[in-house]
């Protein structure tokens, strides 16, 4: 586990509960081979916005000697700083920052949030007092107007709009998201870091007919309720098949009607940098 965060806004989903980001066991991440495996029916050499090997020699990095420092409190800027500390410690991250290659090439015109973190990293390689998270803060309104004004905010919503701009980074030299491939868009560094893939799968209760559908994620949001006293539990509770029924009935396209049917989530492909958002709604 690279750190906790207590979430703690007031106004955003992850209210209440606590963040975590965790490093997963290597084994239980799928060589992005099958990545080519599942588009070679199309015979066409896919190639990878960043090699996916170079990402492995990041994540097995022995020689990783970054020791956190302090950020200063510049006022309701905790939700923040949080993050900013697991982001810099996680080490993928810190190395692929640590190498400035993306700076050396950047198109950014103004203030770029790659650069910053770059410059952050840098200044935790010497030792010294606490460092400030105000010029984030400060641009990061340019991005999102309603953060960073000085007023309490979430720390998960921080997070993904963090880890959302880093990605759309990776991919404005290409021309921005609309313009690059859905799938070579899952092949840039962040995308390898924290993204995964979780899959629903949906059985009509009348036919039998079972339909699949997989949303690229970035983080895990898991409930906490009811029986669910750990992580485990959290995760078993997560991936428990649900019955969809009364108000709930599932739209069956073979029966042509609204139908009961069985959902159950599964992670299908995990990320190699798991984040997992608690919420407690009790
Ligand atoms: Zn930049
Ligand atoms: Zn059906």
Redesign the pocket.
Known sequence: MVGAIPAQGTNGAASGGIMEMMCLKKSTKPARSSFSALCGARRKKIKMLFPYEEFVKFFQCEAFDLSPRGLLNIGNSCYANAVLQCLTCTKPLSIYLLRQSHSRACYGKDWCLMCELEQHVMLLRESGGPLSSSRILSHIRSINCQMGDGSQEDAHEFLRLLVASMQSICLERLGGEHKVDPRLQETTFIQHTFGGRLRSKVK?L??F?ESERYENIMDLTLEIYGWVESLEDALTQFTTPEDLDGENMYR?G??AGY?RARKQLCIDEAPNILTIVLKRFQ
Request: aromatic share 0%.
């Open positions: 009509c009348r036919c007919h069956c073979r029966c139908v």
